[in-house]
């Protein structure tokens, strides 16, 4: 199921595969969010030396780490499935991040990379992919929801952000067979 309801600003961005190349600019986007908002409880920005760790251990692993590209060539968002947590078992399930620079915020760039997020991780071999909302941010939730996300928990006042304490919302997908079928 491909995400519907496409903001009527939509803008077609280019989705490809993250290089080492756009460390420097995917950290920009996130030292944006986590200064300014809450979607992130890290309170200190990445540096391009561990956001460079970062895109190297999920090529390695083999887990999608996407970008969006405006036409000519500037990153306007990125997106990622990491393994939810360490243990084997959780081996198929991932956890997804979407990060859109501010100037495109609002026109479709989450979405389009959601979109073929969900497709990139199910070719990984995941069979769920989990959303761990902080901050409760309303535009991540819709945006999920759109793309068939299942409520899935809410926890109360998890992080301490900006003066105010923050509740994270869990959302669920099924990717593929997702749990109907054992995995390969």
């Not at 300014?36 to 200190?44: I, K, L, V």
Request: glycine share 10%; hydrophobic share 45%.
């Amino acid at each position: 199921m491909a995400c519907t309801r496409y903001p009527e600003r939509m803008i077609a961005p280019r989705i490809e595969p993250a290089t080492i190349d756009d460390a420097a600019a995917v950290a920009a986007i996130y030292s944006h969010h986590v200064t300014h908002g809450t979607a992130s409880y890290d309170t200190e920005p990445r540096s391009i030396a561990a956001t460079e760790t970062l895109i190297a251990d999920h090529l390695a692993n083999g887990w999608p780490f996407l970008t969006a590209r405006d036409a000519e060539g500037t990153l306007l968002g990125y997106a990622y499935a990491s393994q939810f947590r360490p243990r084997a078992a959780y081996a198929w399930a991932c956890e997804d991040s979407i990060y859109v620079a501010p100037a495109a915020q609002g026109r479709g760039v989450g979405r389009a990379l959601l979109d073929a997020l969900l497709v990139a991780a199910e070719a990984s071999g995941f069979r769920t992919m989990v959303a761990v909302i902080g901050g409760a941010e309303p535009a991540s939730v819709a945006l999920h929801a759109a793309c068939g996300f299942a409520h899935a928990g809410r926890l109360a006042g998890m992080g301490w952000k900006h003066g105010r304490w923050l509740d994270t919302i869990y959302m669920q997908r099924a990717l593929g067979a997702g749990t109907t079928a054992p995995p390969a």
